[in-house]
Nanobody, 119 residues
Framework: QVELVESGGGLVQAGGSLRLSCAAS????????MGWYRQAPGKQRELVAR???????YYTDSVKGRFFISSDNAKMTVDLQMSSLAPEDTAVYYC?????????????WGQGTQVTVSS
């Protein structure tokens, strides 16, 4: 069993910064990618950023230049540094990992952490 635990959400004013962290634990051998999704009220969950085990990154257009994703393969952690936050970034942010167990990929999700940006 694999567990993802997020931390770092909260309330921030527009223009501010927050750092989200996610730590994976359990019977983990490796992962193919880790990332962050978000879901705002009344909207579908969307991919924000992801990083592969080789360090390749992807960002959705709306966060490019403002958010930075990083990971530590040895510690099985993934962080999301968010800067220049805007009210439209308000959402529940979910950590996601594509974990490899016995040569099979399994998706795992964290419980979510609330990010609220006030104007």
């Amino acid at each position: 069993q694999v567990e993802l635990v997020e931390s770092g959400g909260g309330l921030v004013q527009a223009g501010g910064s927050l750092r989200l962290s996610c730590a994976a634990s359990g019977s983990i051998f490796t992962f193919n990618l880790m990332g962050w999704y978000r879901q705002a009220p009344g909207k579908q969950r969307e991919l924000v950023a992801r990083i592969t085990s080789e360090g390749a990154t992807y960002y959705t257009d709306s966060v490019k230049g403002r958010f930075f994703i990083s990971s530590d393969n040895a510690k099985m952690t993934v962080d999301l540094q968010m800067s220049s936050l805007a009210p439209e970034d308000t959402a529940v942010y979910y950590c996601y990992a594509l974990v490899v167990l016995a040569s099979v990929e399994y998706p795992y999700w964290g419980q979510g952490t609330q990010v609220t940006v006030s104007s």
